[in-house]
């Protein structure tokens, strides 16, 4: 089920990434639009159960410092909907997100409409 050189995810190899390190990204990328950030939705999407429903299948694979996580992720209100594919790239040593992307989703080249 998984991709070549990718392994099943679980709780204990995932990469470390706390809410300073995902609002540094948000902050420091282009792509977010800051105003969207701070709106309702992003912090409904926020709740430490949100990902039970929004998240599907996840698999990361290490290459050195890197860590890349691939998953399905869905919107909570959506979820009969089609899930999207969805890259995250972290700098392990640093403790950086080097890159957040959405494969699927119509919104791609700006804020993610599940992120809103």
Request: glycine share 4%; net charge neutral.
């Amino acid at each position: 089920m998984c991709e070549k050189g990718f392994v099943k995810a679980n709780s204990s190899n995932l990469p470390q990434i706390d809410m300073f390190t995902v609002l540094t990204f948000l902050r420091d990328d282009d792509r977010f639009n800051a105003p969207e950030i701070r709106s309702t939705k992003a912090l409904l999407n926020c709740r430490e159960n949100y990902g039970d429903i929004a998240i599907g299948y996840v698999q990361l694979k290490r290459e050195g410092d890197l860590c890349i996580v691939k998953c399905r992720v869905c919107p909570e209100h959506k979820v009969r909907s089609k899930s999207y594919s969805t890259t995250l790239i972290i700098n392990e040593a640093t403790e950086k997100i080097i890159d957040v992307q959405c494969h699927d989703c119509a919104a791609a080249t700006g804020i993610y409409e599940y992120m809103q």
